[in-house]
């Protein structure tokens, strides 16, 4: 099956001012989750989706392709999934299909290649529509979600899902910062 990464990471932080950008072990913070998904091997292809010029720019000194998406589908209530539907768009347009869709948060930069190829082997031998992590109370963390192409459309989770234990960083503050670069080391 074709697999595509696709790290959503929009300009508008609140809490952290680009938040996806913030240096995390000397690198934007989206480069530790590039670097998962290029270290596993399970995708044809990997990209930054963004609404920032700058962003853009960052991504390709690092050598990651990218997507601009509409602003209208870039503020603090626009729902990750749309990014991932628009990314899926923007290549269909562009005559690039795939099986499965990868949406990896960028930030969580301590996700390791094994949750990545966990998500992968669960969607697999459990014939799951779409894979979600969740932490070790069993609540879901957004940190990653393995999509079937045909469900990346739907407006909600799917009733053929499962999950994996992934407990990984979700950046929001400094403080998350600087917790993470004294417990992670890449």
């Not at 950008?21 to 989750?33: A, E, L, Q, R, T």
């Not at 005559?95 to 499965?100: A, Q, R, S, V």
């Not at 009733?159 to 910062?177: K, M, P, Q, Y």
């Amino acid at each position: 099956m074709s697999s595509v990464c696709i790290i959503p990471a929009r300009s508008g932080s609140t809490r952290l001012p680009n938040k996806n950008i913030f240096p995390v072990h000397g690198m934007p913070m989206f480069y530790w989750s590039y670097t998962a998904a290029l270290r596993s091997n399970l995708y044809e292809e990997i990209y930054l989706t963004t609404d920032s010029e700058h962003y853009a720019e960052l991504a390709h000194e690092h050598g990651i392709k990218t997507i601009i998406r509409p602003y209208s589908i870039s503020d603090n209530v626009s729902p990750k999934q749309q990014a991932i539907v628009h990314a899926k768009q923007f290549l269909e347009s562009s005559g690039k299909h795939f099986d499965l869709y990868m949406s990896l948060q960028a930030n969580s930069p301590d996700v390791q290649v094994t949750d990545l190829l966990n998500m992968h082997t669960k969607l697999v031998k459990d014939k799951r529509w779409e894979v979600i992590t969740v932490d070790s109370n069993l609540n879901q963390n957004g940190i990653a979600r393995l999509m079937r192409s045909d469900v990346v459309d739907n407006k909600s989770l799917s009733a053929v899902l499962g999950a994996i234990i992934a407990n990984r960083s979700n950046i929001h503050t400094v403080e998350d910062v600087k917790t993470l670069e004294m417990t992670w080391i890449p």
